[in-house]
């Protein structure tokens, strides 16, 4: 698994919080907890051992390009920091980091070090950067040392694909105008772009690498859903009696038959589908794409779907899951029927709280069945309702005050 454990000391709301991390994470909330705020910190964790921590980096995955001061912490009564760290587990590997973000748009390493099994590899202090134990030459205090000791080969081969792992992690929140292809995707993200502007294209590589839309673990899963659809796929070839001259999308488009509309009438495209289906298609493609990374964050991208959906969805996800172990993944939402696919009792899915404690910070607590409980006594203690449920009976909390 790419991520085991995360530690964000003094990044935005979060003062000092650890979480351990399954294969399939979801993050509860009220708006303004720190949802996002968590899965920016992984994003600045990502850029550092991708070598160094910019805009352009931060850009690539998705996260709030927010002044630098903005990334420190800063609450009343708090001494403020000059500095935020991250630490991780990923594989073998441990990394720590300590980053100043100044006010001259820098972000630069204070401190570092990175661990296997064996012990450190190299690490960085005020006395300077040391790489298998020995004084190395001074590197720019933007560049992190993860760069230098893979270009002189210190890394072994399972290290370097956990390493890739973390690199490629993106925090996905696909757009309605940009996945009907009638609005720019600024991100140049492989293979969908982070808000959907290459759904057309990734989508046509999915087809082509499957060669039929068939078995219980490709895109069939997405006619089971939308039963409406007799085929979906791509096409350069677009009708200006189906599309608008008014509109401007791409060259490639998606472009599907609806089997209950007339024919000449019924090959229509991304711009007349519901929003909710370019939704699900695109979480569909983003977890079968060959390019697409095996670590990700998908932000709120159930609030354009019915409940209902949001639960079948997730049972197709958790099913995706189930036989490709090399993927992991982090939620945030606030429908309630998103949580009705997870199982407490799985180790493999973690369902988090998080909130703002009354100091302001952010706290993240994860929920589980009590030691010694089974299945049987944590429904019957719960009456037999679903996690939905008992999330809006408020006995998990996560939800607002007075609610």
């Known amino acids: 698994?790419?991520?085991?454990?995360?530690?964000i000391k003094s990044f935005k709301s979060i003062v000092d919080q650890t979480i351990d991390l399954?294969?399939?994470?979801?993050?509860?909330?009220?708006?303004?907890?720190?949802?996002?705020?968590?899965?920016?910190a992984i994003g600045v964790l990502s850029c550092a051992v991708d070598?160094?921590?910019?805009?352009?980096?931060l850009a690539d995955r998705g996260a709030r390009l927010s002044a630098p001061e903005v990334f420190k912490s800063s609450f009343k009564n708090l001494k403020r920091k000059s500095t935020f760290s991250l630490d991780a587990k990923f594989g073998d590997l441990t990394y720590h980091a300590n980053i100043n973000a100044n006010s001259d748009a820098e972000f630069m390493f204070s401190a570092e070090k990175i661990c296997n099994t064996k012990g450190q590899l190299a690490g960085r202090s005020n006395a300077g950067v040391t790489i298998h134990k020995e004084l190395f030459a001074k590197l720019p205090p933007q560049q992190s040392i993860v760069t230098t000791l893979e270009s002189l080969g210190s890394f072994e081969d399972i290290e370097l694909k956990e390493l890739k792992r973390l690199k490629q992690y993106a925090i996905y929140a696909p757009s309605t105008p940009i996945l009907r292809g009638v609005s720019p995707d600024g991100s140049n993200k492989e293979p969908l772009g982070l808000y959907g502007g290459s759904l057309s294209s990734a989508l046509s590589d999915v087809i082509t690498d499957a060669h039929q839309l068939t078995g219980d673990h490709d895109l069939s899963r997405f006619f089971k859903l939308f039963d409406w659809f007799e085929s979906i796929g791509t096409t350069d070839n677009i009708s200006t009696k189906l599309q608008s001259n008014h509109l401007h999308t791409g060259?490639?488009?998606?472009?599907?038959?609806d089997k209950y509309m007339g024919m000449k009438f019924n090959n229509l495209?991304?711009?007349?589908?519901?929003?909710?289906?370019?939704?699900?298609?695109f979480i569909l493609v983003l977890l079968l794409h060959k390019k697409a990374p095996s670590l990700f964050a998908l932000d709120n991208v159930d609030n354009a779907l019915n409940p209902a959906m949001v639960r079948d969805m997730m049972r197709h996800i958790i099913s995706l899951l189930e036989v490709m172990p090399e993927k992991?993944?982090?939620?945030?939402?606030?429908?309630?029927?998103?949580l009705d696919a997870v199982d407490l009792f799985n180790d493999q899915h973690r369902l988090f709280v998080v909130k703002r404690n009354s100091q302001g910070h952010t706290e993240v607590e994860r929920i589980k069945p009590p030691a010694g409980f089974t299945r049987e006594s944590w429904i019957e203690k719960h009456g037999g309702m679903r996690l939905s449920e008992i999330w809006l009976s408020g006995v998990i909390g996560g939800l607002a005050e007075g609610f």
Request: aromatic share 10%; proline share 2%.
């Open 1 to 7: 698994m790419a991520l085991s454990q995360v530690r």
């Open 22 to 40: 399954g294969q399939l994470n979801i993050f509860i909330g009220t708006n303004g907890a720190g949802k996002s705020n968590l899965l920016e």
């Open 328 to 338: 992991q993944i982090l939620m945030t939402t606030h429908n309630p029927t998103t």
């Open 51 to 57: 070598g160094r921590v910019d805009y352009s980096k």
């Open 251 to 257: 060259k490639k488009v998606v472009s599907y038959i």
């Open 269 to 281: 495209y991304a711009y007349d589908v519901s929003e909710g289906a370019l939704y699900i298609l």
